[in-house]
């Protein structure tokens, strides 16, 4: 960098023009990498991770410089905008989001009644647009209050009180065979 210090990078004469381009090559060169991170910002997931159910999907590769969305278990849930003009991540924040796709909405019931009796906060949202529905790519996801999804499916949960449980933390794996209830441990 030392190099630029002799040369005049004010002005507009040729000399400082090419100057000028030559540092912001060189300075895209040594740092790009650096603030050029976005993959590592949006694209950070929980793999395996104890409240958050795997689909059977393959992981994605991470890039630390690009993001790929993916609505896989244990990734951020992806943007996308809504007839209604807001965002997919304004509906995450308060509460655990089921996200239901293509009037599916009724099938849900089981999740509301299972955190209801744990007094978990949930709200059902009914999304019937063809192009969320396929980034979202199936029917149902469990989206957690800080926007990871934490579950997701084409059927509703055989055992919703088990999800609830299981994606709120209220279980943990003792010796890889019993479900035991925080409460009791």
């Known amino acids: 960098m030392a190099v630029f210090a002799a040369r005049p990078l004010k002005g ?4 400082a023009v ?8 060189l300075l895209l060169k040594v740092f790009g990498r650096e603030f050029n991170a976005v993959g590592g910002a949006l694209g950070y ?16 590769p991470f890039a630390f410089a690009t993001y790929v969305p993916a609505a896989r278990p244990g990734h951020r849930a992806p943007h996308a905008w809504l007839p ?9 924040g308060e509460e655990m ?23 978990v906060p949930l709200r059902i949202v009914e999304i ?11 029917a149902f996801v469990l ?17 919703p009180d088990g999800l609830i449980d299981r994606v709120r933390g209220a279980c943990l794996a003792v010796g890889g065979h019993k479900r035991t209830m925080l409460s009791q441990v």
């Not at 997931?45 to 994605?60: H, K, M, Q």
């Not at 019937?128 to 199936?138: E, G, S, T």
């Open 84 to 92: 209604d003009g807001a965002s997919t991540l304004d509906l995450f």
């Open 97 to 119: 989001v089921p996200l239901c796709f293509g009037r599916r909405a009724s099938d849900a019931h089981g999740l509301v009644v299972a955190a209801r009796a744990r007094q």
């Open 12 to 15: 507009r004469s040729p000399e």
């Open 18 to 25: 090419a100057a000028r381009k030559e540092l912001g090559e």
């Open 128 to 138: 019937d647009d063809p192009a969320v529905a396929a980034l979202y790519a199936l």
């Open 45 to 60: 997931r929980y793999e395996n991770s104890p409240i958050c159910v795997p689909d059977g999907t393959a992981a994605l």
């Open 143 to 159: 989206v957690r209050p800080d926007g990871m999804v934490a579950w997701r499916s084409d059927e509703s949960p055989a055992d």
